[in-house]
């Protein structure tokens, strides 16, 4: 049963009813990604890692400028009127915040984080930067 989709329906989050595990199916390859053993556990893990995303730094995004403005602004900067901003450090730095994340789903559901799986995947990208 289908029970959810994310990347714009790129994968729909499906409930197997023989067994009540849940899984991440690729609309497009039918590869299935196994995710939890049952849909409470995938809930847990979607609310702990959005918590996760919500206590980190705001990204500020990308600064959009004509080739006039960067050249001058590369000038002012080389000419020292101006600095580069010194972004502030978040009130826990991100490994604490993976590794306090990482306790979290562990305590939910540790299958679901073994080598290969999807959550294991995830949680590779939050520790290099991605997430």
Same mark, same amino acid.
């Given at each position: 049963?289908?029970?959810?989709?994310? $990347?714009?329906? !790129?994968?729909? @989050?499906?409930?197997?009813?023989?067994?009540?595990?849940?899984? %991440? &199916?690729?609309?497009?390859?039918?590869?299935? $990604?196994?995710?939890?053993?049952?849909?409470?556990? +995938?809930?847990?893990?979607?609310? %702990?890692?959005?918590?996760?995303?919500?206590?980190?730094?705001?990204?500020?995004?990308?600064?959009?400028?004509? %080739?006039?403005?960067?050249? !001058?602004?590369?000038? /002012? +900067?080389? %000419?020292?009127? &101006?600095?580069?901003? @010194?972004?502030?450090?978040?009130?826990?730095?991100?490994?604490?915040?993976? /590794?306090?994340?990482?306790?979290?789903?562990?305590?939910?559901?540790?299958?679901?984080?073994?080598?290969?799986?999807?959550? $294991?995947?995830?949680? !590779?990208? &939050?520790?290099?930067? &991605?997430?």
């Amino acid at each position: 049963m289908v029970i959810g989709t994310i $990347h714009g329906g !790129e994968f729909q @989050i499906v409930e197997f009813e023989d067994d009540a595990t849940t899984a %991440a &199916i690729d609309a497009s390859t039918g590869v299935v $990604h196994p995710l939890n053993r049952d849909r409470t556990c +995938l809930e847990c893990f979607v609310d %702990a890692l959005a918590a996760h995303l919500r206590s980190g730094m705001d990204d500020p995004g990308p600064t959009v400028m004509t %080739a006039d403005q960067a050249t !001058e602004r590369l000038a /002012a +900067l080389r %000419a020292g009127r &101006i600095t580069p901003r @010194i972004e502030p450090v978040p009130a826990v730095p991100d490994r604490e915040r993976a /590794a306090e994340l990482r306790r979290r789903l562990n305590r939910i559901d540790p299958a679901a984080l073994l080598p290969g799986g999807w959550w $294991h995947v995830t949680l !590779e990208q &939050i520790d290099d930067g &991605i997430l």
